[in-house]
């Protein structure tokens, strides 16, 4: 079992920063890879970045990219996402995910997830 808590979130406008953390406790966290995922009022979850297990690799949504960073650290069990330029769109509740393997973060299918923290972008 691996237990997800996000924090972060809050209310920024459009063009600022925000550092979402997500803590991880349970497994060990070194074997999990770990990733990001969004809802938006009224719109499916959508994938947003993920990292591999040993943060060599990650992957980013189009959306995100050049914006967005995500990055690890398996010493204090912590995945952050750094989002810059924020944009209205970019508006809902972030979710961490994580899962032994890298193809089922992707797909969405991740075995854990945490409660979520809310990002809101005022334009």
């Known amino acids: 079992q691996v237990q997800l808590v996000e924090s972060g979130g809050g209310l920024v406008q459009a063009g600022g920063s925000l550092r979402l953390s997500c803590a991880a406790s349970?497994?060990?966290?070194?074997?999990?890879?770990m990733g990001w995922f969004r809802r938006a009022p009224g719109k499916e979850r959508e994938f947003v970045v993920a990292?591999?297990?040993?943060?060599?690799?990650?992957y980013y949504a189009d959306s995100v990219k050049g914006r967005f960073t995500i990055s690890r650290d398996n010493a204090k069990n912590k995945v952050y996402l750094q989002m810059n330029s924020l944009k209205p769109e970019d508006t809902a509740v972030y979710y961490c995910?994580?899962?032994?393997?890298?193809?089922?973060?992707?797909?969405?299918?991740?075995?854990?997830w945490g409660q979520g923290t809310q990002v809101t972008v005022s334009s």
């Open positions: 349970g497994r060990t966290f070194s074997r999990v890879a």
């Open positions: 995910a994580a899962d032994e393997v890298v193809p089922a973060v992707l797909a969405g299918r991740s075995s854990y």
């Open positions: 990292v591999s297990k040993d943060g060599g690799s990650t």
